[in-house]
C-alpha cells in the first residue's frame, strides 16, 4: 500500500502515531466485545548504567493526548483503505474517545526501578490504544530530565543552558529536550519555540560565522554590541581566544562610553578549564571582572563535573548534544504493561521482563531531615507509611486541575533532588536507593501464579532490581 502524502496529518496528534498491532488488537478486542476495565501502568525496569535515580517527565504532554484523542475523517478513510479492518469496527473507531482515569507522580518526581509513573484506568481498547505514544511522551522527557539533573547536581550554583536542538534527534525531540531540562534545573534554552510553547528562557550569543564574515574580530564584536545591547555575550575562539579577551578588554570603554555592556564571553573549543583561567586574568586585569565565562563544545555532566572540581573559572555551560541524545544512555528500558483486567490482576512473568500485578502505588519514607529513606512499592489499597505519589489527575477523559505551569514543576523537580541522599547526589556509581516490596503485593503475585498454574516464573521473589522485601 502505497503513502498518501495528501493525508493532512499532524504527527504529534494524530492517533495514527502509533503501532500498528494496537490498530489490530483493537480489532481482536471489538470482535470478541472485550471492553471490561483495564489497568496499565508506566514503568521502568532497570536504571541505565551510571544512574542512581531518574525525574519523570512528559505528563502535561500525556494528558494533552488524552483529552484530543480521536480518529478525524481522513484517518479512518486510511484505515479503510488498507483493507485490515472491519467496517463497523471503523465505525466504532469514529466514536472512541478516552473517558478512563489517570493517576500519576507529578512531573519533576524522583523514582526509581519498577515504580509505575503512570497509572491508566480504562476501558480494554482506550488503554491498549494509547500505549505507544503514552511510552514515546513519557520515554524521551524523562529521559532527558534525568540526565538534565545530573549536570544540574554536578554544577551547583551554575548556569546550565540547552544547546541541542541542531543535533537532537527530530524537532519534537529538540523542543521535548528544552522543556525537560529546563524542568529539571537548566537555566534556559537556545531553542526559540521553546520558549514561545512552553515559556523557557531563551539564551543566544553568536556563532563562528558572524564573526568570520567580518574583516575584523574586533568590528564583530562592535556590530553585535550595537545590535544586541541587552545580550553583549561574544564568542572569543574564532581565531586565538585569549587575543580575543584582550579585544574584549580593548573594546570595554568604547561601548561603556556608548551605555553599552558586555555581559559574557563564550568559549567553545580546546581546553576550556586552562583558557577559561587565562581569560578570566585578562578579564579581571582589564576591570571587568563582572564579565562571565561561558563555556560550551561536547561538554556533558562529567566534564562540567571535573571542571568545576579543578576550580575552573567558569559561570555558565552550554550542553547541547550529549544532552538532547543522552549520550551515554540513548534509551530507557521501560514498558506500560497490563496490570489488571475484569476486576482480576494479571502479571507478566517472561524471563528477565516478569512484573508485579495489581494497581500499585509508591510509597516514600523520609528521614527526620526530609532526605529519603526508602520507597515502599505496594497495592494501591495497602495504606503504607510514608506519601503516596501517585495522584490521580484525570477522571473520565478530563483532567481535574490544569496542569501546573513548567515554573512550578521547575520548582518540584529541584525540592526532588534537594531530598536525594548524598550518595544518589554523586554522579558516580554507589549502593542502589532502597525500595521495598509490600507483603500484600507478594501474596498477590504468589496468587496470580497459583492461578496461571504450572508455568512457574523463572525469576524469584526479589526479580525486580533493586527491590526488597518489607
Same mark, same amino acid.
Given at each position: 500500500m502505497s503513502g498518501r502524502e495528501d493525508h493532512p496529518i499532524r504527527p504529534g496528534a494524530s492517533v495514527l502515531l502509533t503501532d500498528l498491532y494496537q490498530l489490530t488488537m483493537l480489532q481482536g478486542y471489538f470482535d470478541r466485545g472485550m471492553e471490561e476495565t483495564a489497568v496499565f501502568e508506566f514503568f521502568v525496569r532497570k536504571l541505565p548504567p551510571r544512574r542512581g535515580f531518574l525525574v519523570a517527565a512528559g505528563l502535561e504532554q500525556a494528558m494533552d493526548y488524552l483529552e484530543g484523542l480521536a480518529m478525524t475523517p481522513q484517518d479512518l478513510d486510511w484505515l479503510a483503505s488498507s483493507r485490515r479492518f472491519s467496517r463497523d469496527f471503523l465505525t466504532y473507531l469514529e466514536r472512541l474517545r478516552f473517558t478512563g482515569d489517570v493517576h500519576a507522580m507529578p512531573e519533576g518526581s524522583v523514582f526509581f526501578p519498577n515504580e509505575p509513573i503512570l497509572r491508566v484506568t480504562a476501558p480494554l481498547p482506550q488503554a491498549q490504544l494509547v500505549e505507544t505514544r503514552l511510552i514515546n511522551l513519557l520515554h524521551f522527557q524523562t529521559l532527558i530530565a534525568s540526565k538534565a539533573a545530573r549536570a544540574v547536581l554536578a554544577a551547583p550554583g551554575k548556569g546550565l543552558i540547552d544547546f541541542g536542538l541542531r543535533r537532537a534527534h527530530g524537532a519534537e525531540a529538540g523542543l521535548l529536550a528544552a522543556r525537560a531540562g529546563y524542568l529539571a534545573g537548566f537555566s534556559g534554552s537556545a531553542t526559540v519555540l521553546a520558549g514561545i510553547l512552553y515559556g523557557v528562557p531563551l539564551y543566544g550569543t553568536m556563532a563562528h560565522s558572524f564573526v568570520q564574515a567580518h574583516e575584523e574580530e574586533e568590528d564583530a564584536f562592535a556590530h553585535f554590541a550595537h545590535s544586541q545591547p541587552e545580550n553583549v555575550v561574544l564568542l572569543i575562539d574564532t581565531y586565538d581566544t585569549e587575543a580575543a579577551a584582550e579585544k574584549v578588554v580593548a573594546l570595554a570603554p568604547r561601548l561603556r562610553a556608548e551605555g553599552l555592556t558586555i555581559k559574557g564571553v563564550r568559549i567553545d573549543s580546546g581546553d576550556l578549564g586552562e583558557h577559561a583561567r587565562k581569560v578570566r586574568c585578562i578579564l579581571d586585569a582589564g576591570g571587568l571582572p563582572h564579565v562571565r565565562i561561558l563555556a560550551s563544545g561536547n561538554l556533558d555532566e562529567e566534564v562540567v563535573q571535573a571542571l568545576v572540581a579543578s576550580g575552573a573559572p567558569i559561570d555558565d555551560f552550554a550542553i547541547g548534544t550529549r544532552l538532547d541524545t543522552s549520550?551515554?544512555?540513548?534509551?530507557?528500558?521501560?514498558?506500560?504493561k497490563l496490570q489488571e483486567y475484569a476486576g482480576r490482576a494479571r502479571r507478566k512473568r517472561s524471563e528477565g521482563k516478569a512484573t508485579w500485578p495489581g494497581r500499585k502505588q509508591v510509597y516514600r519514607r523520609l528521614w527526620p531531615d526530609g532526605c529519603m529513606a526508602a520507597d515502599i512499592l505496594t497495592l494501591d489499597e495497602d495504606l503504607q507509611e510514608g506519601d503516596p505519589l501517585l495522584q490521580q489527575c484525570m477522571r473520565?477523559? #478530563?483532567?481535574? &486541575?490544569?496542569?501546573?505551569?513548567?515554573?512550578?514543576? #521547575?520548582?518540584? &523537580?529541584a525540592a526532588q533532588l534537594d531530598r536525594l541522599p548524598p550518595h544518589l547526589r554523586r554522579l558516580g556509581v554507589d549502593p542502589p536507593y532502597q525500595v521495598l516490596i509490600s507483603p500484600a503485593l507478594h501474596d498477590l503475585a504468589a496468587a496470580v501464579d497459583s492461578h496461571l498454574g504450572s508455568n512457574s516464573p523463572r525469576e524469584s521473589r526479589s526479580h525486580t532490581y533493586n527491590c526488597k522485601p518489607l
Open positions: 549520550a551515554d544512555a540513548p534509551y530507557l528500558d521501560c514498558a506500560y473520565a477523559g #478530563r483532567r481535574l &486541575a490544569p496542569s501546573p505551569p513548567l515554573f512550578q514543576v #521547575r520548582q518540584h &523537580a
